[in-house]
């Protein structure tokens, strides 16, 4: 889901989205934190390194956990922006597939309790329902294949070298 369809569904001061943004450094699908404050929406690059994943100095094991901190500290997401999260915005619109295939694994009309939030399975819909286009070319393993692309290109590349100079 790119940055605008993700400022449409967010209305009010403290409404949040988790989705897969294209990084206009490397162009990888990474995950974005999307957040409209104060008449104004922000998207924050979820930076992740050792599996450990943060937005500006906190660092927590999973997406999850850093959504549960700001949502129950209601500490600002980041000290320039002053962005408190507040209600986790669920839509499962952009990716029919996925919110098809779930449907009829549950036999059931998907709800949300959202008196549970913030559950690890609330976090969950929120992670599943903002997955890009990529998913559904490239299944749960999109990131994986996307983020290796480059290095899958230069061992082929090598490998092609090293058979030119063999044969020649």
């Not at 549950?106 to 949300?112: I, L, N």
């Not at 997955?131 to 999109?142: I, K, V």
Request: aromatic share 12%.
């Amino acid at each position: 889901m790119d940055r605008f369809k993700a400022s449409k569904l967010l209305k009010n001061d403290g409404d949040f989205l988790i989705r897969l943004g294209k990084s206009m450094d490397d162009l990888l699908y990474k995950p974005v934190l999307s957040v409209k404050w104060r008449q104004r929406n922000y998207h924050f690059l979820i930076k992740e390194f050792n599996s450990l994943f943060w937005i500006e100095k906190s660092q927590f094991a999973s997406i999850a956990s850093l959504i549960r901190y700001y949502l129950n500290t209601k500490k600002p997401v980041t000290q320039n922006s002053g962005v408190i999260l507040g209600t986790a915005i669920l839509s499962k619109k952009f990716n029919t597939s996925i919110a098809k295939s779930q449907k009829e694994k549950r036999g059931r009309e998907e709800t949300t309790d959202l008196t549970q939030w913030p559950s690890e399975s609330h976090i969950g819909e929120v992670l599943e329902a903002s997955r890009s286009f990529s998913y559904a070319l490239l299944g749960e393993n999109a990131p994986f294949i996307l983020q290796n692309l480059g290095k899958i290109a230069a061992i082929c590349a090598i490998i092609i070298f090293l058979y030119i100079c063999t044969v020649f």
